[in-house]
């Protein structure tokens, strides 16, 4: 099932499938290892509810949710 | 002759404790958080009998840079051209960090990798089959651990060994974009002048990511409308 | 013939990121084995310092720990530096009996205003040490996450964040840190709105000022001033995001490092770095600062003034005058309004011309004899003009290279006038509405 990577709850794994939005913010976002094909665990949100913290190819990185709805993920592929 | 040396990465993966390691009485600040060193400094050493300038550059993910000091290093890294470039890469954080490597080679410079953190990969379960690495990247790889000082004289080897060898290659993309790579490089090699400042395969991989600085630069030739009929 | 297109998509430059990241896949398939080793050290610690509930009361106890910190656990030191200076003051004094200007020059100047000075170095130094310690944790990038939301409602990046903290030692560092701010707005955003954070110079004021006038309540009342530095940084890096520097705050894209055990020895060296900024200072500039001061305190156009004389007719106190009527209104006398002049070099110099000019009138003890001078209300708002106006010569060269521009260093300095004088105006009137305007009062 394809959602937003802004709508993972904490401990879902998913599956990157499209990375959109603006061009600068875009780049950066791929650029930090969130590109089709990567594994990505929601880890929590931060204590006021945004930013959110992901683990991507084993680091852990913060996205605010405006940038997280940009991503979409499939929560299908899970191995 | 002095041998000009940069030390770029990530953010937060030791480059200015290296940095410190290598130069004789240098205090580069150092801090847990990306984005301490804001500024490129500069210092000397010797090895072997010869002089080494080494510069410590902020952090950066990728050569798209969005702050101030990452442009520093886009910079000093595009202009400047260093003899060798040490790139140093978390080994705990290995499949970020090479992202970087895979930029830092396409510009097909003097590349040595030192791998650092060893001590916090291995306590993360990381095994890391450094040969294997520098075989499949075409580079040497050094392993490290800056706070400890481990591996600093096999680094400094390296950087001196790198200095006169022969410049690498970059990575083999896969066969399709190899493809459009090889053509555009054609139609650059056209314009002389252009390919003398950056490699031609480089500048045509930046086509093909439609960067803004190297389109602006296409954009003062005669050779746009050919390449845009690769585009179309 | 093969196009970009066919080969890449519609978004080239995504598309290729994916393909260097697949590739890197392939390399460390080879080349790399991961065993499962749990939660890490890490993991844990943040399942409690970013956890929902306890994340921001575990933020603001740090912050407050930092204060606390430093300021209690420099009682000691600062007790150990006052003693050495008195055993050393008085074989001084033996040494040079007889001669009155000179008597004057090294007991007033020397003493009362350099060796004054010296055992605030203690709290100046314990800041660094927790700064030292904050940053080499991993927390900096934590607080930065814990705080964007909050920042962000008032158009304020969480990055901003980082040289804030870092302003609590030095605002110089500070804003330079800002350089890794993305976006230019931003940037300038957390440059304008660092100064603000009481940075350690501050200190020793407000040590001399509580003990004086709030004792009992000195913690409390330091606190609130960094509280007060730190509401009025975000106040104005929330008029400008309004104002001049209209937009959105750049995204927030941020890597959280793992936290290190950071060892003793790199902390204190951290701490020495930064300190030794201070030391020098006080070698240099507080030492020539202080025969300076003394000449100026003691010394008019009339001449010398002899012992224990009336320095408001010195040079001190006629640049003192020059400047007080403006500054009546807040029960500033001369003596403050030279404080506030001098100041300007560096803020620590406050306490060391005040300590020379009593010294130079003849009061040793400084706490008592401001007491006997200034209400509590003026005490504040001297305290609150000290933490907001003008940094410093230093930070203000300093805003200059980072702006690049004369016009925002003018207004930087402008401004922090027009909002020390407007918020110690309002604070003095409060004070003394509650009872706290009349001299001995508390
Ligand atoms: N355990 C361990 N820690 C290390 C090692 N190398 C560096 N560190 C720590 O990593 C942190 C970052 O080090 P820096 O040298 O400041 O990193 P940098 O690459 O210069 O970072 P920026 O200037 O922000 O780009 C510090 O807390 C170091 O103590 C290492 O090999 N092992
Ligand atoms: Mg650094």
């Known amino acids: 099932m394809e959602t937003k990577l802004s709508d993972l709850k904490s401990g879902n794994i998913a599956t990157v499938t ?16 969130i590109t089709p094909g990567a594994r990505i665990e929601m880890i929590r949100n931060a204590p006021l509810g ?30 | 002759m ?44 010797r090895y072997k009998g010869e002089e080494y300038e080494l510069v410590d550059l902020p952090g950066c993910y990728s050569l798209t840079a969005r702050a101030v000091d990452e442009l520093v290093s886009r910079t000093y890294i595009l202009e400047e051209k260093p003899d060798v470039v040490v790139d140093i890469v978390d080994a705990s954080n ?28 291995k306590s993360k379960g990381y095994t890391i089959r450094t040969e294997a690495l520098a075989s499949r990247l075409g580079v040497p790889v050094v392993e490290t651990i800056a706070t400890q000082k481990v591996g600093m004289e096999k680094l400094k080897a390296a950087i001196e060994n790198a200095a006169k060898s022969p410049k690498p290659a970059s990575l083999t993309y896969p066969s399709d974009i190899e493809d459009l790579i090889e053509k555009l490089v054609t139609i650059l090699s056209a314009d002389a002048s252009l390919v003398t400042h950056h490699p031609a395969r480089w500048l045509a991989i930046k086509l093909i990511e439609r960067d803004k600085e190297v389109l602006e630069m296409i954009q003062e030739t005669t050779l746009d409308s050919k390449i845009e009929e690769v585009f179309a | 013939m093969k196009r970009v297109k066919a080969v890449l998509g519609d978004d080239p430059e995504i598309a290729f990121a994916e393909r260097r990241y697949k590739m890197i896949g392939g390399i460390l398939e080879e080349c790399l084995t991961k065993t499962e080793t749990g939660m890490t050290f890490s993991d844990k610690l943040d399942k409690v310092l970013l956890n929902k509930y306890l994340g921001i009361p575990i933020f603001l106890i740090l912050v407050w720990a930092l204060f606390q910190f ?8 600062m007790v150990i530096i006052e003693t050495a200076l008195v055993t050393v003051g008085a074989f001084f004094g033996t040494l040079l009996e007889g001669n009155e200007m000179a008597t004057s020059l090294v007991q007033d100047g020397i003493f009362g205003g350099f060796a004054f000075i010296l055992p605030f170095l203690a709290p100046i130094f314990l800041m660094f040490l927790g700064i030292a310690w904050l940053e080499d944790s991993g927390y900096f990038a934590r607080a930065a996450f814990v705080m964007d939301k909050l920042l962000r409602k008032l158009g304020v990046h969480g990055k901003t964040f980082i040289p804030m903290m870092l302003g609590f030692g030095c605002n110089i560092p500070a804003i330079m840190a800002c350089r890794s701010i993305e976006g230019e707005k931003d940037r300038m955003i957390s440059i304008l709105s660092n100064p603000y954070i009481s940075c350690g110079a501050r200190l020793p004021v407000y040590v001399l000022f509580a003990a004086a006038f709030f004792p009992g309540f000195e913690g409390s009342v330091i606190f609130s001033m960094y509280m007060l530095g730190l509401a009025v940084a975000i106040f104005t890096a929330w008029l400008l995001r309004k104002t001049l520097f209209k937009g959105e705050p750049e995204p927030f894209i941020m890597e959280l490092p793992i936290y290190r055990v950071p060892t003793l020895r790199e902390s204190v060296l951290h701490m020495w770095e930064r300190g030794v900024v201070f030391l020098k200072k006080a070698g240099t500039w507080l030492f020539l600062g202080a025969i300076i001061l003394w000449f100026m305190s003691a010394f008019g156009p009339a001449g010398y003034l002899g012992i224990d004389p009336d320095v408001s007719v010195s040079y001190t106190g006629i640049l003192g005058g020059l400047i007080q009527p403006i500054f009546a209104p807040l029960g500033f006398d001369w003596r403050l309004g ?3 002049i001098f100041a300007f070099l560096a803020k620590e110099i406050a306490v060391e011309s005040l300590g020379i000019i009593f010294a130079v009138e003849g009061d040793i003890a400084i706490g008592g004899a401001l007491a006997g001078v200034f209400s509590p209300a003026t005490a504040a708002a001297f305290m609150i003009f000290i933490l907001l106006y003008i940094p410093c010569v230093a930070a203000v060269g300093t805003i200059k ?36 305007g009349v001299i001995g009062g508390a």
Do not use: C
């Open chain 3, 401 to 436: 290279s980072e702006t690049n521009s004369w016009k925002w260093t003018l207004f930087s300095v402008v401004y922090s006038i027009i909002i020390a004088y407007v918020i110690a105006a309002i604070a003095f009137a409060l004070l003394s509405a509650i009872g706290l």
């Open chain 1, 18 to 33: 499209k990375v959109a939005g603006s061009g600068a913010v875009k780049r950066r976002i791929a650029d930090m290892g």
């Open chain 1, 50 to 79: 945004d930013p959110i913290e992901f683990k991507v190819r084993g680091y852990l990185l913060t996205l605010r949710r405006s940038e997280a709805e940009d991503v979409m993920v499939s929560t299908e592929v899970q191995r």
């Open chain 3, 338 to 340: 030279a404080a506030l």
């Open chain 3, 70 to 77: 430093s300021i209690e656990a420099s009682g000691v030191f």
């Open chain 2, 2 to 45: 002095t041998v000009r040396v940069a030390l770029i990465g990530n953010p937060n993966v030791g480059k200015s404790v290296i940095f410190n390691n290598l130069v004789p009485g240098a205090r580069q600040h150092v801090g847990n958080w990306p984005g301490k060193t804001v500024e490129k400094k500069t210092g000397k050493y």
């Open chain 2, 94 to 121: 290995v499949e970020r960090n090479l992202y970087l490597t895979l930029l830092l080679m396409e510009l097909e410079t003097n590349i040595v990798v030192a791998l650092n953190q060893m001590d916090v990969a």
